[in-house]
């Protein structure tokens, strides 16, 4: 089969066909992630003046049910 | 620490020599794949399957091996034997004592199996060499290995999915070393494998010792 | 364009991957012996592969940090990571197996550096097997960085070897490194090259990023749920 100029045009419209598609695909993955983001905030800030005395630790240092040697100062 | 060490190979050594389970455990397992190679195989088979098989029998019976013995050490007397000595010791005295018990497993082995399929290797030393510095640099990795696997839920399964990807390499070097010892290689032309062996053994013990600290509480 | 952070770049990302798409395809390449055409499968693959080594170097810190200040946020990270990493080792995988159908004629071949490969892939699949196998938010974070780093330099530690090793391996690639060496790459090619190495990493850490916080919210769904009052 011999590669010509056309050839090639149809092999670069279809990449970049699914290219655009996965790049559509992630575009909306970012968009659900977004509106997930802001109900989960929205949730949590509702949820803290309710949980009076319970700690609702801040962003990244969660842990629940933790022990209580957790700190690992490793000698 | 290396009192430390001692003390606590000691504990192993003699744990082990008044209830033998854990080698005669492995020694069976070894008798049984050993077995079942001589009924298949009839004792004809070419060189390099040979190696390639004796091979693979040593390591299954190593993953089980040096699993066995952390999954013994038994809940109760942990945390006793971590107030006495420091990770590094406690973990060093179990690479040791596993190269050493696997230093046994392998020649063990290499017994049965050359009575059984023969043996033709021609440079016996450097084989029995590989054999030895091999199994030594299997039980610093699989060690390692086995102190992360004891630990999960399904610790035999996941020695196998954990170990063979640390263990790859390291078999590679050892195949590669045995195979050329079989067509009679000198130590000499080896020298440069072996160090390799050597430098992937050492990496092994040192890693250990560095992380296993952040995983012996659990 | 609200809900997308950061646009500009992935956007940045996807243009230079267009670009790479119909340059790749269009532009003149060296006709070099066996692999003639298909050398154009270099803008893929080698920068899918250069991609998944970052991100799974990226891993290995998180995984590093994780162990040195016990934060939730960096085992997820190093967990984002290994799966992005996977998946671009996978495509690797895969362009490389449809090069090696063309050039070799098999899709697999028993070489050195492509059993490596896949002992590397091993090892990270391990590392998921292990997540799942442990219970306990801490144990689970520990012991997977453990075993993240472990494999991590054992791996690295084979790779400078190999060459040392005297294997042959059909595999392009000079000592240390299984792509080509970028002295050898002809200056025709290295104007879609760059771009595509660039292209690959953008868009492996974009997809990192997606990772990361579809592990975050599920982590913060399930910390809203924990602390639930219990009179509910």
């Known amino acids: 089969m011999e590669i010509t100029e056309d050839k090639m045009g149809v092999v670069v419209l279809v990449v970049a066909i699914i290219l655009a598609g996965l790049a559509l695909f992630l575009f909306y993955l970012e968009r659900r992630l977004h509106k997930a983001e802001r109900d989960i905030h929205a949730l949590g800030r509702e949820g803290r003046p309710q949980a009076a005395g319970s700690q609702n630790p801040p962003e990244g240092q969660a842990h629940s049910g933790s022990l209580p040697d957790e700190t690992h100062r490793i000698r | 620490m290396t009192a430390a060490v001692f003390a606590l190979m000691r504990k192993d050594l003699s744990l082990e020599w008044r209830n033998k389970s854990a080698f005669t455990g492995v020694l069976l397992y070894l008798v049984s794949t050993v077995f079942i190679c001589y009924l298949s195989f009839d004792g004809l088979v070419p060189v390099h399957t040979w190696n390639a098989l004796f091979w693979v029998i040593l390591l299954f019976a190593s993953l089980n091996a040096v699993l066995k013995g952390f999954l013994q050490e038994g809940e109760r007397r942990i945390p006793y034997y971590y107030t006495l000595a420091s990770p590094a010791a406690v973990m060093m005295a179990r690479i040791v004592y596993n190269a050493f018990l696997m230093g046994l497993l392998a020649l063990s082995g290499w017994g049965m199996y050359t009575a059984v399929m023969g043996n033709p290797v021609q440079n016996q030393g450097l084989f029995l060499l590989n054999l030895i510095l091999g199994a030594g640099a299997l039980s610093a990795a699989l060690s390692m290995v086995s102190a992360i696997a004891s630990r999960a839920r399904n610790p035999f399964t996941l020695m196998g ?57 659990e | 364009m609200g809900p997308f952070r950061n646009w500009w770049w992935k956007f940045a990302g996807l243009a230079l991957l267009f670009y790479v798409v119909a340059g790749g395809f269009l532009f003149d390449v060296p006709q070099l012996p066996v692999v003639r055409e298909s050398i154009r499968n270099i803008y893929f693959h080698v920068g899918m592969w250069f991609s998944m080594m970052f991100i799974l170097a990226v891993s290995l810190v998180f995984s590093m940090r994780y162990l040195r200040h016990a934060r939730p946020e960096d085992d ?103 792509a080509l060496a970028t002295g050898d790459l002809d200056p025709a090619m290295r104007k879609v090259f760059f771009p595509a190495i660039m292209a690959w990493f953008i868009m492996a850490w974009w997809v990192f990023t997606v990772f990361c916080r579809i592990d975050r919210l599920r982590y913060r769904v399930q910390e809203l749920l924990e602390n639930e009052p219990t009179w509910k």
């Open chain 3, 76 to 178: 997820l990270k190093a967990l984002a990571a290994v799966k992005t990493g996977l998946v671009f080792g996978f495509l690797g995988l895969l362009t490389g197996m449809v090069w090696a159908h063309f050039t070799w004629g098999r899709f697999w071949v028993n070489d050195p550096k492509l059993n490596g490969a896949v002992v590397g892939l091993l090892a990270y699949l391990a590392y998921l097997v292990l997540r799942g196998s442990v219970e306990g938010e801490q144990k689970r974070g520990r012991l997977a960085a453990v075993y993240n780093l472990f494999a991590f330099v054992l791996y690295f530690v084979f790779i400078m070897i190999l060459p040392r090793l005297g294997v042959s391996s059909i595999h392009p690639g000079t000592d240390g490194n299984p």
């Open chain 2, 161 to 217: 999915v954990l170990g063979f990807p640390v263990v790859l390499p390291l078999l590679l070097v050892v195949i590669r070393i045995s195979a050329s010892s079989i067509q009679g290689a000198s130590l000499a032309a080896q020298w440069g494998n072996l160090l390799v062996l050597l430098l992937l053994a050492g990496i092994s013990v040192v890693l250990a010792n560095l992380l296993f600290p952040y995983i012996w509480r």
